[in-house]
């Protein structure tokens, strides 16, 4: 393991300033960080996205989960796009070891005699 996370698609990045002062000099919708309410959940100065939201189906009042602003959604719709990639790429190439394993292991064994 090198002891880097594994990228989540439902995590994003709190704002620093936001964090430390309580506000910051960007306006929430210019910023490239999330400034979830005091009830959000966060992870490690992760603010925990609400899929839901992401799907257009939230209709929590005081949602426990961020509701990213247009500018994060697209960052998580990216990042939901690359994990997907990603995944597909690690499954595709799995598939492939796998087909060379039993095609070497087909060429290695012993033909059956028969009596």
Do not use: I, W
């Amino acid at each position: 393991m090198n002891g880097q996370k594994t990228p989540r698609a439902d995590r994003l990045e709190v704002c620093s300033e936001f964090s430390k002062e309580g506000s910051c000099p960007v306006p929430e919708s210019d910023c490239d960080r999330a400034h979830p309410p005091d009830y959000v959940l966060t992870d490690d100065d992760l603010a925990v996205v609400c899929m839901d939201f992401v799907k257009g189906k939230c209709s929590r009042e005081h949602c426990k989960y961020y509701h990213p602003t247009s500018k994060l959604l697209a960052k998580v719709n990216q990042n939901r796009a690359a994990l997907a990639a990603a995944n597909q790429a690690n499954t595709h190439a799995a598939q492939q070891a796998l087909s060379q394993v039993l095609a070497a292991a087909a060429l290695h064994q012993a033909p059956v005699q028969t009596v």
